[in-house]
């Protein structure tokens, strides 16, 4: 289970807490990444580095007391400290003739499929050129409340990880394991060597917040294994503090957490389930059993669409699946009810006689 040899692209999510050292970032801890990484590419492997930190350095930067809550306020720290991120990570991989690549991310391109297709070509050629792209979510000028977009980067990590199918995501956090419980609030808590599962119970297991300069906690962490788990990515979650942490990872040293996969969607599906939702169409028991048994959704088991949304967007089918719609919200409320062959009667011969294609319907549970 913690055999690694043989996987080739890794992901390597560093947060806040790791990288901070009296509210500016460790130079000395990210020489030490940038030697590790080196030692995996010098394995053949091809790494990806998601960070987290523009803000906190920001305000450091601007000797605040505290992360700041106004969402300007937190995208003037991001604009303020990215580019002093970027400069200790450049200098520090060119101690070994490493270069290294900024890619700053929204939560937009990723739900988009053209934009998110593009960005898959961009990583591929980097990693092809020996390159190691730096991720980070593009904070200054994000539409997204800060910090909920990708959860400190946890779920971003995830996606990305998903995206150019890598075959381990390492999360580099301040805690030594996921517990079954606070650790910081019982004695007994005890680390979770392996997780086959991610259930009702491991999610209670989680905490809620992160602390001072941090968005993330446990709780999104779980999230970011969930997604990477349906690309049939291994995650290991552990102390990024531990000497030499991702060389034992890679060595399959029983370090942190792993978390296991349980399926491999396609890339498309995986697109679909991991966008954010314009709408909702809510349909009846029979129309649900039969999109789960791979047919297409018709319109005569639509009840009622939540919300406006265009054709080609991805939605909701009863908070159940994400689908990809052939029609708008206002074309699906005309439409909702009615057989198939009314479809091309009510909006034109050229159209589809179906809402949502099975190829174009993924299940959020399995």
């Known amino acids: 289970m913690r055999n690694f040899e043989k996987a080739k692209r890794v992901v390597i999510k560093i947060g806040t807490n790791i990288l901070s050292k009296d509210d500016s970032i460790d130079a000395g801890y990210v020489g030490q990444v940038a030697g590790q990484v080196n030692s995996l590419l010098k394995m053949g492997k091809q790494v990806v580095i998601v960070t987290s930190g523009a803000i906190g350095m920001g305000a450091g930067q601007l000797k605040l007391a505290a992360k700041p809550n106004e969402v300007r306020m937190r995208q003037a720290c991001a604009a303020i400290g990215q580019p002093l991120l970027m400069a200790e990570y450049r200098k520090a991989f060119e101690q070994f003739g490493v270069t290294v690549a900024q890619v700053l991310l929204t939560a937009e391109v990723l739900n988009n499929r053209k934009t998110y297709l593009n960005l898959q070509n961009s990583l591929e050629t980097l990693l092809k050129l020996g390159v190691v792209p730096v991720l980070n979510e593009n904070d200054s000028i994000s539409t997204e409340e800060i910090g909920t977009a990708f959860g400190d980067n946890d779920r971003l990590s995830a996606l990305v990880a998903s995206k150019i199918d890598a075959d381990l995501l390492i999360i580099l956090t301040d805690t030594d394991a ?171 011969p050229k159209r589809r006689d179906v809402v949502a294609l099975p190829e174009d319907i993924v299940f959020v549970d399995y």
Not at 217 to 237: D, P, S
Not at 277 to 292: E, F, M, S, Y
């Open 178 to 348: 996921l517990y079954n419980k606070d650790p910081k609030k019982y004695s007994d808590a005890k680390p979770i060597d392996t997780v086959f599962e991610i259930n009702e119970e491991i999610l209670k297991s989680a905490g809620t917040k992160g602390s001072k300069f941090s968005a993330g906690g446990m709780k999104t962490k779980i999230e970011a294994a969930k997604i990477a788990a349906n690309a049939a990515c291994r995650i290991v979650l552990a102390n990024g503090r531990i000497e030499n942490v991702i060389e034992h990872i890679i060595a399959g040293e029983t370090i942190g957490t792993l978390f296991l996969p349980k399926r491999k969607l396609s890339n498309r599906e995986r697109w679909i389930l991991n966008s954010s939702p314009a709408g909702k169409i809510n349909i009846d028991d029979g129309a649900l059993r039969a999109v789960k048994n791979k047919k297409s959704l018709l319109p005569s088991g639509i009840k009622s669409i939540e919300g406006t949304f265009e054709a080609g967007d991805v939605i909701w089918l009863n908070d159940k699946a994400k689908a990809v719609t052939n029609f708008n919200s206002e074309e699906l409320k005309s439409l909702a009810g009615k057989h198939s062959t009314e479809i091309r009667k009510l909006l034109g």
